[in-house]
């Protein structure tokens, strides 16, 4: 079954008497080769991080399964997160084939991950991969970089591979210095590396978004690469950097932590090696984790 084929997306659609909703983003592929190279992508970095090792993949928004099925055939195991109960019969009919995967009706922000792993995933090397709707984008790969740690503080995924918006991969892949660098780019720049694998434009969707869309692969650090006193605290001082970007480092800062002085945070600033007047896009997460212990040395005080 080329669940790419339009008349065959088409057909599945009607017989079970459903269609793409705008409400959940949702834009079906209807050319084999991207979520083919999709899959091939994620699990080539996968298979050379744990060569021999038994494999896993959560696809978040299936859809009808185009790049399920794909990845089906290169990883050991699949669980497929969908959130529009509408599709789980459509899904359950497409992937009929395929003995590996596991369909969940949930919304991914709302799963217990930690439950997901015990019951389903222990013993295998997990990823993610995912063509993410615009809107939940950030939130959804901000939610999985905040669970990406287990207790001992080894990575509980090896990479993610998502296609988003070319103008958001372009903010995941900017460097600090740079006009799209802003507050998730360093968050990710903590947890990992992101690469931008190769664009894909509107004509290979039903229906087709207005906007080109790009896939990118976080390549998460096996174990933590930067260290600081308070995560939280970074994240913290992370967002406040950014919370307005026309905005010295110093007047965001003072604006996102209103409960320490602006002299105080000035200080803060100086003590870190950093010019009152720098911006936070000229930060690197180097700067930002010895920004963030600065932060949690005074608030320690």
């Known amino acids: 079954m080329n669940l790419c084929d339009v008349s065959t997306v088409k057909k599945i659609m009607a017989r079970f008497n459903t269609g793409t909703k705008k409400s959940f983003g949702q834009n079906f592929l209807i050319n084999q080769e991207i979520p083919y190279g999709i899959a091939r992508e994620s ?136 006009g799209d660098y802003g507050a998730i780019t360093a968050s990710i720049n903590y947890y990992g590396e992101v690469k931008k694998l190769f664009d894909v434009s509107p004509d290979n969707f039903l229906p087709a978004p207005k906007v080109t869309s790009s896939v990118v692969r976080i390549e998460l650090y096996s174990e933590p690469k930067y260290k600081v006193i308070d995560e939280k605290m970074l994240f913290d001082v992370i967002g406040g950097a950014f919370l307005q970007r026309r905005k010295t480092l110093l007047n965001s800062l003072s604006s996102a932590f209103p409960h320490i002085s602006k002299e105080k945070i000035s200080n803060i600033i100086e003590n870190s090696g950093f010019d009152v007047s720098i911006r936070g896009e000229k930060l690197s997460i180097e700067d930002f984790c010895r920004l963030s212990d600065e932060f949690s040395r005074e608030n320690n005080k």
């Open 43 to 178: 699990i080539s970095y996968h298979s050379s991080v744990h060569k021999g090792k038994k494999s896993a993949v959560i696809e978040i928004g299936p859809g009808i399964g185009s790049l399920t099925s794909e990845l089906c055939q290169v990883y050991d195991k699949v669980i497929a997160v969908e959130i529009d109960k509408t599709l789980i019969p459509v899904l359950e009919y497409t992937l009929g084939e395929h003995q590996n995967v596991k369909i969940i009706n949930e919304d991914f922000l709302k799963i217990d991950l930690e439950g997901l792993f015990k019951k389903e995933l222990d013993g295998y090397e997990v990823s993610v991969c995912a063509n993410l709707p615009y809107y939940i984008t950030t939130p959804i790969i901000m939610a999985l970089l905040e669970n990406a740690r287990r207790e001992n503080g080894t990575s509980r995924f090896t990479s993610i591979t998502v296609m988003v918006q070319k103008e958001v991969a372009q903010r995941l892949c900017a460097t600090c210095k740079k």
